[in-house]
């Protein structure tokens, strides 16, 4: 039996920055394409697809549930408890084949023992890393994986920086709803990033390059409710963005419901993210100042950013 190991989880504080309140009066659905109509705010949340649904898990993981087109067989990503996913699966009638990791980090794999206890020819696929209990099919980015029981194929990216073996999960498209599905773990969050707890920020950002890289109109499902503190910080980055205006307020509506904000779209990370955006002379200026310092390198910005937010 593998013990599971307590480690450091990507915690993000929550940063008090005000809203401007007129945009409360705007709130309207927004399109999946990269250039929105101007003043089309955006949703809190992608519609989800048909076929994923979330398992919530601690007090903010998401782990994704992925059902085949029977709704009898599923596989999961990240499955951090492995009581809530087993729960989830016997209460929806449903077998567990595949099981995706995205990186090795306690709240991603702890119940990975549990779940193979139950269900012992589900399939881990999982970077290379010790701390991740009984891998079946070892990635490294790069691959192609095909689940076959649930009809899912993905392309494994690999994105270090949050952590070393950190990997991102691409399907360009499943079953009747063509939207492409990204699940990318801790590297990038709705608003956000993950914190650099192994990698450098020129390995995150060609991480993020790459995963921007992706269609506009690509879901993103990240493994963390994260996006309300990651846009009080991101407004302090672009005070003048109105995207980010506009999506903090919907964010913030939402989250009063204690509804989901995932998934969202690449092209609105585009849009608000702030690590994403680390090329803009808006947020290169922001850094500049926050670091008291002429910043005109995007890896510099990043790096600059991450640690403004890290401090808080």
Request: aromatic share 6%.
């Amino acid at each position: 039996m593998h013990r599971t190991l307590s480690i450091p989880v990507a915690v993000e504080p929550s940063i008090p920055v005000p809203v401007q309140p007129e945009l409360l009066s705007s709130v309207n659905p927004t399109s999946t394409d990269r250039q929105p109509a101007p003043g089309a705010p955006p949703r809190a949340a992608e519609p989800p697809h048909p076929r994923v649904q979330a398992i919530r898990a601690f007090k903010d993981n998401y782990i994704w549930l992925i059902k085949d087109p029977t709704g009898r067989k599923a596989a999961l990503v990240d499955p951090g408890d492995g009581q809530t996913a087993a729960q989830a699966l016997v209460s929806r009638g449903m077998s567990l084949t595949d099981i995706l990791i995205t990186h090795h980090h306690a709240d991603h794999v702890g119940g990975l023992d549990v779940l193979k206890a139950r269900w012992p020819d589900a399939c881990i696929h999982a970077p290379a890393h010790p701390r991740i209990p009984g891998a079946d099919h070892v990635l490294h980015g790069g691959e192609q994986v095909h689940l076959e029981s649930i009809g899912l194929s993905v392309q494994v990216i690999a994105v270090p920086g949050h952590t070393l073996d950190h990997i991102a999960y691409f399907s360009a498209g499943f079953g009747a709803d063509p939207r492409p599905l990204l699940f990318c773990g801790d590297t990038l969050f709705a608003g956000g990033c993950g914190r650099l707890f192994e990698g450098t920020p020129a390995q995150m950002r060609r991480s993020l390059l790459a995963l921007a890289d992706c269609p506009a109109q690509t879901l993103v499902y990240c493994a963390h409710e994260y996006t309300e503190s990651n846009l009080r910080f991101a407004l302090r980055v672009e005070p003048g963005n109105d995207d980010l205006q506009r999506r903090a307020v919907q964010v913030g509506l939402a989250r009063a419901l204690d509804e989901a904000t995932v998934p969202s779209s690449l092209s609105l990370e585009l849009q608000t993210n702030p690590f994403l955006r680390v090329s803009e002379p808006a947020v290169m200026a922001a850094a500049s100042v926050w670091r008291a310092a002429p910043i005109t390198d995007p890896v510099d910005s990043l790096a600059a950013v991450r640690a403004w937010k890290d401090a808080g």
